[in-house]
């Protein structure tokens, strides 16, 4: 047995595996958020829908990798539809009709999805093995699809804060979602941004929805996302609304600690972990654990 | 030339502004006078946009302004220093700046260079947060943005507000300067009417939303009536 295949080494691959997952889903809850101060909490189902639509394509004899791309496109067009039809009406009202609303797209892309797909879950044949690796004779508890799933979170991840941290597109985007007047005074077309983060974030929700998708033991169903939504509006709480670095290190830090919990504590305990860290987190930070909401001056 | 012509705005049953008229001329600064609730802040956000007229027109070198949006008027060159200044609390000196070029597809590295050599303070804080600076120098970068833009029409709401009367004369000079050499022209909201007179050309005075006077700054600021009732100046 080496360190690799150690029980602690196991919780933390398990941990990162589905954490990351958690954090891409916060991820987009973040981006909509910062950019339009809603709670979109369609964002599971708009993600699964646009999987769907992805994985249809492998019946027509597409590889993933296409179906993957496709599933994207599907994401990038619902985001922006969605926020053309559906969210620029509800910007000056009150905030209750935006949760009413997208609780109800949530359930409208859930059941057209039934419809259309059925409800029996189904999976996108990835290329990666979902074996895990083997050091000395002992099992990692990390496989190839496991390695891809991170790999391509933190790409994703990665993407997005380097958008929004070092491209005049990124500038232009917290400006129009931290001062949307101010950014329009200055030439920023506030509204074509605005549209433009919804897609950016349906499509950074999508690749959590294939690489669930892809995964032989759960698998694509139309409600599928819903539990990883909570986990990831959980991380997003927990790691502050307003910030994209934290929206990923929470997502991370509650798999870790579900995954720990899942082995050392008594059984049953790891499901409620998440609500206890965001108590606990809201409690002693209620803007989030990485918010500078508090420090914003205008 | 920006033209106001009858314009009217309301806020429901209020008459924030009515038939108001006055031509600012190509290179002069006009100074926008009047007291709290006059509608000096309502004509500005009008002009760029941010409100909706009844009535009447604005037109730039005979261009109307009101069938377009506020980043199109920006694009087409009017820069507005709202009041408060605006600037982006979260946003470095650098990347306020950056986010006034853009739009305007300037040369960023000329401009900040211009704009650091106007406003030196600048320069030397170009990496704090525009949250930690004073208020004189969030008032220098918010004009320092517009300017980087290159406008040919900047609007400047209140930008003595808040300031010492040391930092006021100076950012005064500075408009008169960039006036006159940039050949811009400035419409300049103040309360503190002294001083404005003191670097405008032209003046229209608002009182409760419709134009009391407009005449040259000089006329203005020798009218006793005017100074006495309308700006809250004491007898010469």
Known sequence: ?298 | MISVSQLSVSFGAIHALTGVSFDAANGKITAILGANGAGKTTLLRTITGLEEAASGDITLDGESLLKKRTEDIARAGVGHVPEGRGVIAEFTVLENLRLGSLAAKVNFQEGIAEQFELFPVLGERRHQHAATLSGGERQMLAMARALIAKPTVLLLDEPSLGLAPLVTAEMMATISELCAKQNLTVLLVEQNAKSALKVAHDAVVLHLGKVVASASAQEVAGDERLRQYYLGLAEQ
């Open chain 1, 1 to 298: 047995m080496t360190w690799l295949s150690s029980g602690f080494m196991s919780d933390v691959f398990l941990g990162i595996t589905n954490g990351v997952l958690y954090g891409l889903i916060a991820l987009s809850l973040v981006i909509v958020w910062r950019s339009t101060s809603i709670l979109n909490f369609a964002q599971g189902a708009m993600a699964m829908f646009a999987a769907y639509v992805g994985m249809t394509m492998s019946s027509h004899g597409l590889n993933f990798w296409a179906c993957f791309a496709i599933a994207i496109a599907a994401g990038f067009a619902l985001g922006g539809l969605t926020e053309r039809v559906l969210v620029r009406p509800l910007y000056k009202r009150p905030e209750i009709n935006s949760i009413v609303v997208m609780v109800g797209f949530l359930g409208l892309l859930e059941s057209a999805a039934a419809a259309i797909w059925s409800t029996a879950p189904r999976t996108l044949e990835s290329p990666f093995s979902q074996i895990y690796f083997q050091h000395h004779g002992s099992t990692i508890l990390l496989s190839p699809f496991a390695l891809f799933q991170i790999i391509a979170a933190l790409v994703i991840m990665t993407a997005v804060g380097a958008i929004f941290r070092y491209t005049n597109l990124g500038l232009q985007l917290r400006a129009a979602a931290l001062a949307p007047e101010v950014a329009r005074l200055l030439g920023v077309r506030v509204n074509r941004l605005l549209t433009f983060g919804w897609m950016l974030s349906s499509a950074a929700g999508v690749v959590a929805a294939v690489v669930i998708s892809s995964s032989g033991s759960i698998g694509l169903s139309p409600t599928i996302m819903d539990g990883f939504f909570v986990f990831g509006f959980i991380a997003a709480a927990v790691g502050g609304l307003e910030s994209p670095l934290g929206a990923v290190v929470a997502g991370l830090m509650i798999g870790l600690v579900q995954q720990f919990l899942q082995d050392y504590a008594p059984s049953g305990i790891s499901s409620f972990a998440p609500v206890i860290i965001l108590v606990v987190a809201l409690m002693i930070r209620p803007q989030g654990l990485f918010s500078t909401t508090k420090a914003r001056r205008v």
